[in-house]
């Protein structure tokens, strides 16, 4: 195994997947229904998984304190050079740590956060358990805990519109499949998550979807109005059915308070 094996990976999220129709409404329809959720800047952050900070640099920018955790050297990379593109109070709320988010504890120095986000990574994981319960440790009593994840009751519908028929049937009982940058990805449901985030203290608050239209919809990023799109996907986030129709899903829980018991 490569020493950082999302390095190939950095270059296409940033200039790719972040920069794409669908990229930029997963930024800005995540931190809408982040605002609903999060204390009053300055609060502190945890951005675990948080790459090339996309999803807490514009959290910065409000003022709010903000640690990227990350396994990636080339991804913290990325998040480094676009650090130098803002103003230095902006560049001085945030922290660029490098290490997995199952060692966040350590690496953060035992510290626990008013916000810890993780959208994006628990696609990526084998076991959701490990990982969620290094978040609910790291979120501080009535803190805010914001995960996004892959929604494993939609994965039929990529296959189908690719008129890929016979993927489609397997997918309705599928757990994962390769995403589009190529990489296996594997999916969660809102209520299995919900228990992980009971188990580890953490009372589910709501959750939201992120993706409908725009992800099955090739958009090109020079002739659609973004605006409108994210507008129209916002939308979709709070209403059923669509909401349940989401590519992706964002499951927004508040930690309860600890007893002695608890870690210190």
Same mark, same amino acid.
């Given at each position: +195994?490569?020493?950082?094996?999302?390095?190939?990976?950095?270059?296409?999220?940033?200039?790719?997947?972040?920069?794409?129709?669908?990229?930029?409404?997963?930024?800005?329809?995540? $931190?809408?229904?982040?605002?609903? $959720?999060?204390?009053?800047?300055?609060?502190?952050?945890?951005?675990?998984?948080?790459?090339? &900070? $996309?999803?807490?640099?514009?959290?910065?920018?409000?003022?709010?304190?903000?640690?990227?955790?990350?396994?990636?050297?080339? +991804?913290?990379?990325?998040?480094?050079?676009?650090?130098?593109?803002?103003?230095?109070?902006?560049?001085?709320?945030?922290?660029?740590?490098?290490?997995?988010?199952?060692? &966040?504890?350590?690496?953060?120095?035992?510290?626990?956060?008013?916000?810890?986000?993780? $959208?994006?990574?628990?696609?990526?994981?084998?076991?959701?358990?490990?990982?969620?319960?290094?978040?609910?440790?790291?979120?501080?009593?009535?803190?805010?805990? *914001?995960?996004?994840?892959?929604?494993?009751?939609?994965?039929?519908?990529?296959?189908? @519109?690719?008129?890929?028929?016979?993927?489609? @049937?397997?997918?309705?009982?599928?757990?994962?499949?390769?995403?589009?940058?190529?990489?296996?990805?594997?999916?969660?449901?809102?209520?299995?998550? *919900?228990?992980? @985030?009971?188990?580890?203290?953490?009372?589910?608050?709501?959750?939201?979807?992120?993706? @409908?239209?725009?992800?099955?919809?090739?958009?090109?990023?020079? *002739?659609?109005?973004?605006?409108?799109?994210?507008?129209?996907?916002?939308?979709?986030?709070?209403?059923?059915?669509?909401?349940?129709?989401?590519?992706?899903?964002?499951?927004? !829980?508040?930690? !309860?308070?600890?007893?002695?018991?608890?870690?210190?």
């Amino acid at each position: +195994m490569p020493s950082d094996p999302w390095a190939a990976l950095a270059n296409p999220f940033l200039e790719g997947a972040y920069a794409s129709v669908k990229g930029q409404v997963r930024t800005y329809v995540l $931190h809408a229904q982040l605002l609903r $959720h999060l204390p009053e800047p300055p609060a502190s952050v945890l951005d675990v998984g948080g790459g090339a &900070a $996309h999803q807490s640099l514009p959290l910065a920018r409000l003022g709010y304190d903000v640690t990227v955790l990350d396994p990636s050297p080339a +991804m913290l990379a990325k998040a480094e050079q676009r650090l130098r593109d803002e103003p230095a109070d902006v560049r001085r709320r945030v922290r660029l740590v490098e290490a997995p988010g199952e060692q &966040a504890e350590a690496a953060t120095g035992g510290r626990r956060f008013a916000a810890v986000l993780c $959208h994006g990574v628990l696609m990526y994981v084998e076991r959701p358990e490990p990982l969620v319960s290094a978040l609910c440790r790291r979120t501080a009593p009535g803190g805010v805990l *914001s995960v996004m994840a892959l929604n494993a009751r939609t994965l039929a519908v990529r296959p189908a @519109l690719d008129r890929r028929w016979a993927d489609a @049937l397997a997918a309705f009982d599928a757990t994962g499949e390769v995403g589009v940058l190529g990489v296996g990805t594997r999916g969660d449901t809102v209520e299995g998550l *919900s228990l992980l @985030l009971r188990q580890g203290g953490v009372d589910p608050e709501d959750w939201y979807g992120v993706w @409908l239209f725009s992800d099955w919809l090739d958009l090109p990023s020079g *002739s659609t109005d973004v605006a409108a799109v994210a507008a129209v996907e916002l939308e979709a986030s709070v209403r059923d059915p669509y909401r349940q129709l989401s590519r992706v899903f964002h499951l927004v !829980g508040r930690a !309860g308070p600890r007893t002695a018991g608890d870690e210190a």
